[in-house]
């Protein structure tokens, strides 16, 4: 099950504040005591922000990236410093800051992750070129030369099919004789 992000950030403060137990509070969340007790430590260390954008790699918001990097490009925090506010490491950090003066707010908050799909490579049609540009008579010879190479291999069928076809006829005519 997953945790929603305000219940979780709601239960931490409750935790934090002493208003209610530890124990109720993971309780509520549905989270073993122990997890909810780690989280707990991070925040105090850390703060809630760092805690809820930790969890797994990948799930930074992108509000939570852009206040990594506007603290890092405006305030002037290094990358040490930054890492320890927001509980992140140095190098995606930096990695963030990269993406976004090479290519602003865009670059960092597309998700490359992962290597990109594999496929088909989209099959060039004829309808792609100009009639009578050169790709379009290149791609017309190719597609004549396979149609001729697949006839080149079906014409032995079509040969064997009409020879069992007149075997047939002229064994079924000679035994009604």
């Not at 124990?23 to 989270?31: A, F, T």
């Amino acid at each position: 099950m997953k945790i929603k992000e305000e219940d979780l950030r709601r239960e931490l403060e409750v935790a934090l504040s002493r208003k209610d137990s530890q124990p109720r509070c993971s309780s509520r969340l549905g989270m073993r005591l122990n997890r909810f007790k780690q989280l707990l430590r991070r925040a105090r260390i850390h703060g809630i922000d760092a805690v809820l954008h930790s969890n797994m790699a990948g799930s930074y918001t992108d509000e939570f990236k852009l206040t990594v990097v506007n603290s890092v490009i405006n305030e002037s925090l290094t990358l040490g410093s930054a890492g320890a506010r927001y509980n992140l490491a140095e190098c995606t950090i930096k990695a963030w800051v990269r993406k976004y003066q090479e290519g602003g707010e865009e670059a960092l908050l597309e998700n490359g992750r992962g290597r990109p799909p594999m496929g088909r490579k989209k099959k060039p049609r004829l309808e792609d070129y100009e009639p009578g540009s050169m790709e379009y008579l290149k791609l017309k010879v190719e597609l004549l030369e396979r149609e001729n190479l697949l006839l080149k291999k079906a014409l032995p069928l079509v040969q064997e099919k009409i020879r069992n076809r007149s075997r047939a006829k002229s064994g079924t005519s000679s035994s009604e004789n």
